[in-house]
């Protein structure tokens, strides 16, 4: 899969989620986004457009770190789409937009990746390594570059994400 489609293709179904407060996800298009489960601290959603059916669940962050005031939504989140037959896309949003080329890296109970950025996302590079050390860990540890520089920590349960991860596998048909 080129990273130019998944990241032109994915970032729709990030616009379903407008915030994420209280630990509920609350779906920008109320009517074509519906809550599959809730599980530990993630949540899991489907929905469907022309081309086909996305199943994805996301997260907030349970603590931040130096993160810039007036931040938006911050969240993680996973995406499976039947259209390209896509599983397990990770993409990340801070709620704010990344400066171009900016480091951003996630560790997952010891283990690193480091991300790219576009369309003001993190993306990683080996969505399937990212997904495994997830569905074994406890925690992760978002740090990401603010525009106007500093360092911003993010932290994530991963209390609930396996359970949720195959809710959206069952859902969409892809696992």
């Known amino acids: 899969m080129k990273c130019g489609h998944f990241v032109s293709t994915t970032v729709l179904s990030f616009a379903v ?52 005031k007036h931040r938006g ?15 397990g896309v990770v993409s990340i949003a801070e709620g704010f937009a990344y400066g171009t080329g900016a480091p951003v890296e996630i560790d997952i109970d010891g283990d690193k990746f480091s991300l790219f950025t576009a369309d003001g996302r993190a993306w990683t590079h080996d969505d399937k390594a990212v997904v495994q050390a997830m569905l074994k860990g406890r925690t992760m540890l978002v740090y990401g570059t603010p525009p106007n520089g500093g360092h911003s920590v993010d932290t994530y349960s991963l209390d609930g994400f396996a359970k949720a991860y195959a809710e959206i596998g069952r859902a969409c048909g892809l696992k």
């Open 17 to 68: 989620v407008s915030s994420l407060a209280m630990g509920l996800a609350v779906p920008a298009l109320a009517d074509s986004a519906k809550i599959l489960d809730k599980s530990g601290a993630w949540r899991s959603y489907i929905y469907a457009n022309k081309a086909g059916t996305v199943c994805y669940t996301a997260d907030l962050p349970k603590r931040s770190l130096n993160a810039p």
């Open 73 to 87: 939504d911050a969240h993680v989140s996973v995406t499976d789409r039947t259209a390209d037959r896509s599983i």
